[in-house]
């Protein structure tokens, strides 16, 4: 099943690519991991919040601050995997990308007429199996574009075909 969704609307084209699947082991994982994360998070706001100031409720306030930076971190992957996607919007006058999260997610927007160089970049082929970068999980590539003073990338962890098949899509709106 491919990640990639596509549509013409009557804005253009609009491209929405899910999150690269992992599979589910870790997807539950990290939900499991987060529910143990909020027991220990109450433990220690309510611990703080009984305990005279001292070293102890200083370390303890210090460490609940890294540990909530955590929680979040995890949560905000947690819906990304199963709630986000990249959402590119394209016609003759913008470009639009977006990283949507339930419909919020930062956005950047480009003009068309200043986007060149269309191209699928990364690192594709079979001899990347024995790369480092593929055994740590960095695999793939973006549908990379060069804009003015700037590459635009989007579609994290792309497979070649996949990568390929995207640019086909924006080929008809820009120059190559």
Not at 61 to 78: A, E, H, P
Not at 140 to 152: F, K, L, N, R
Request: proline share 2%; hydrophobic share 45%; glycine share 10%.
């Amino acid at each position: 099943m491919s990640r990639i969704e596509y549509k013409q609307t009557g804005k253009g084209l609009e491209l929405r690519i899910k999150p690269e699947n992992e599979g589910k082991f870790p997807t539950y994982f990290m939900g499991f991991w987060l529910v143990a994360w909020a027991c220990g998070w109450v433990l220690a706001v309510s611990s703080l919040l009984g305990e005279p100031i001292g070293f102890n409720s200083l370390f303890v306030l210090v460490w609940t601050i890294f540990w909530t930076f955590g929680g979040l971190f995890v949560g905000l992957w947690l819906v990304w995997k199963t709630n986000g996607f990249e959402q590119i919007i394209l016609n003759s006058i913008k470009l639009k990308i977006k990283h949507n999260i339930f419909g919020f997610g930062p956005v950047k927007v480009y003009a068309t007429d200043r986007c060149v160089n269309l191209r699928a970049a990364g690192y594709f082929g079979s001899h990347n199996n024995q790369s480092i970068l593929q055994q740590i999980g960095m695999k793939g590539g973006v549908v990379a574009i060069d804009a003015a003073d700037e590459s635009i990338r989007f579609g994290v962890a792309l497979e070649e075909s996949e990568a390929k098949e995207v640019v086909e899509l924006l080929r008809s709106y820009i120059k190559t």
